[in-house]
C-alpha cells in the first residue's frame, strides 16, 4: 500500500506554491474575520481620530491665518503710525525752524534798536559834556581874558554885563579868525 500511496502521489505531482483547498478556506475565514474586526472597530475609530486631527490642524490654519491677518493690520497701523509721526516731527522741525528765525530776527532787531539807544544816549551825553565844556571854558576865557585885560588897560572891569560883553565879542573874534583860517586851508 505505501507503494500504492507514493504512486498515486508520484503522479498527483503537486505545485508547492498553491496551498491546499482547506487552507485557502480557513486562511479566507481568518481574513474576514479580522477585515470585519478592523471594519467595524478600528476603520471607524481611525477616522474618527484622522478627522479629529483634520479639524484640529484646519482650526490651527484659520487661527494663524487670523493672526496673520491681525499682524498684517496692525503692521498697516504701525506703519500709518510711523508715517504720521514723521510727518509730525517734519512740522515741528519747520515750526522750530521758522521760530529759531523769528527769534533771530527779534533778537538781531532788538539789538540794533538796543545799539541805536545807546549810541543817541552816547551822543546826547557827549553833546552836554562838550556844551558844558563850552560853557566852562567860555567862563574861564573870559575871566582869563579879563585879568589880561584890566592888567593891560589897567582898568578894572568889574561889572558883570559890561564884563559878559567883552568876553563874548573877544570869543566871537576867535571864532571869526578860526573859521578864516579853515577856510583858507
Not at 32 to 53: A, N, Q
Not at 104 to 110: K, N, Q
Not at 162 to 183: C, M, N, T, W, Y
Request: aromatic letters at 4%.
Amino acid at each position: 500500500m505505501l507503494s500504492s500511496v507514493v504512486i498515486t502521489a508520484a503522479e498527483e505531482q503537486h505545485n508547492p506554491l498553491i496551498p491546499a483547498w482547506p487552507d485557502i478556506i480557513g486562511a479566507l475565514i481568518c481574513f474576514i474575520v479580522i477585515l470585519f474586526f478592523f471594519w467595524r472597530l478600528v476603520l471607524p475609530r481611525m477616522k474618527k481620530l484622522l478627522d479629529e486631527r483634520a479639524e484640529a490642524i484646519e482650526g490651527n490654519i484659520e487661527k494663524a491665518d487670523e493672526a496673520q491677518r491681525k499682524a498684517e493690520a496692525l503692521l498697516e497701523e504701525y506703519t500709518a503710525q510711523l508715517a504720521e509721526a514723521r510727518a509730525e516731527a517734519a512740522k515741528i522741525r519747520e515750526t522750530a525752524r521758522t521760530d529759531g528765525q523769528k527769534i533771530v530776527a527779534e533778537a538781531r532787531e532788538a539789538a540794533s534798536v538796543e545799539a541805536a539807544r545807546v549810541t543817541a544816549q552816547a551822543q546826547a551825553q557827549l553833546d552836554a559834556e562838550r556844551q558844558t565844556a563850552l560853557v566852562q571854558l567860555r567862563g574861564e576865557v573870559g575871566s582869563l581874558a579879563i585879568d589880561l585885560a584890566s592888567t593891560v588897560v589897567r582898568e578894572a572891569l568889574d561889572e558883570d554885563k559890561r564884563a559878559q560883553a567883552i568876553v563874548d565879542r573877544f570869543l566871537a573874534d576867535l571864532e571869526a579868525d578860526e573859521q578864516k583860517a579853515g577856510s583858507g586851508n
